[in-house]
């Protein structure tokens, strides 16, 4: 069998494997995006438009909450309700293709799932590097490029030279965003030319009206009074940022959170922005940073072990569930949410060493 690709090199013999591997797919085959975002989106129906291509069918899963304000816009305007389900329809057997997520073993599944499933994994995090010493013969391909849809286009491209096959303009168009999102509107030093060029292509055959529509999207007034609520509870300790909405967040907001950190993180004399909230029965938190230093490291410290983690180092988020019997009513909110704030305050002192302040509770280890 012949090797991978390495780097962007995708040579005939790459693809050659890749019919092989897609030709020995056990039904029912499945496209999974662990954490729906434009990019994981448009890499996944652009997978399953080019296993069409193939002859082979396959249906699209996607793990997280469709909550952040861009990606609502996306699962309406294209209609997703009926292309893409959640990971927990995920069917118990059949193949398995990862796309802009590469980890065998992701607790992002929700479940476990059987690593000799996974037959094809295309992805842009270099740190996530599929463990190939198993004698499972898969179809992986990891480059460093600004985003997954950047391979999954050539790798469209590739197959197709000989005998040209049109993407579709909606398809296109979202292959477009994925690009665009995930390169930060291609201004993001991760950005390369292939990005660039799988960018152009994609707005060659797509639509420019849908894209603005997807792209240039307005916020809800809501955001605005949250944003202010964020600006309000910011509070500076050395080089890192602290801020939360000060309020239970809807159960739909999640992604809210997400928004506050790039919101409040452009700002100067700042190295690491920690914005959190409460949703539901849980504490989520978005961290953003331009400094050296281990995100993995300041998530372990503020939050636990196991509670999260970062991409590139430059963004990343994660969960602390509450016990169900610790949920705040209405009325005791607030205190929860005053207790949260000067625990993170207090561990933030210590990492920075400023002198201790008193504490209310006690930090449990
Ligand atoms: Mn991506």
New binding site residues.
């Given amino acids: 069998m012949p090797d991978n690709p390495k780097g962007l090199d995708l040579k005939p013999t790459h693809l050659e494997k890749f019919r092989i591997i897609v030709s020995k797919l056990l039904k029912p085959v499945s496209i999974i995006v662990v954490q729906f975002?434009p990019?994981?989106c448009a890499?996944a129906l652009l997978v399953q438009a080019i296993l069409e291509t193939l002859g082979v069918e396959a249906a699209v899963f996607y793990g997280g909450n469709i909550d952040r304000t861009q990606n609502q816009v996306i699962f309406n305007n294209f209609d997703l309700k009926d292309k893409i389900k959640p990971l927990t329809e995920l069917p118990g057997q059949g193949s398995i293709i990862l796309v802009?997520s590469s980890k065998i073993q992701d607790p992002r599944f929700g479940v476990p799932i059987a690593a000799e499933r996974i037959d094809i994994a295309i992805d842009?995090?270099q740190e996530n590097q599929v463990s190939c010493r198993t004698d499972k013969d898969r179809w992986v391909w990891i480059a460093p490029v600004g985003?997954?849809?950047t391979l999954v286009w050539r790798l469209w491209a590739e197959l197709n030279k000989e005998t040209p096959v049109k993407v579709d303009e909606t398809m296109a168009t979202m292959a477009a965003l994925g690009v665009y999102s995930?390169t930060d509107k291609l201004r993001s030093s991760r950005t390369t030319s292939a990005d660039r060029q799988a960018w152009c292509e994609a707005m060659e055959m797509g639509g420019q009206e849908l894209f603005e529509k997807c792209s240039a999207y307005l916020l809800p007034k809501r955001c605005q009074l949250l944003l202010q609520k964020t600006l309000e509870r910011s509070v500076d300790i050395g080089p890192y940022r602290i801020a939360h909405p000060n309020c239970l967040l809807h159960d739909d907001e999640g992604g809210q959170i997400a928004a506050l950190a790039d919101d409040i993180h452009r700002y100067e004399e700042v190295s690491a922005t920690i914005v959190w909230g409460i949703v539901n029965n849980q504490i989520r938190f978005s961290v953003r940073m331009r400094s050296s230093e281990s995100m993995n490291d300041l998530i372990a410290d503020l939050f636990g072990k196991g509670a999260g983690g970062g991409k590139h180092n430059a963004s990343g988020g994660g969960i602390v569930p509450i016990p169900a019997s610790f949920l705040p009513t209405d009325d005791l909110s607030d205190n929860l949410i005053k207790y949260i704030e000067s625990l993170l305050i207090s561990k933030l002192k210590k990492r920075t060493g400023a002198p201790k302040e008193p504490v209310a509770p006690a930090e449990t280890k």
């Fill in positions: 975002d990019d994981g890499s802009d842009h995090h985003a997954a849809t995930d």
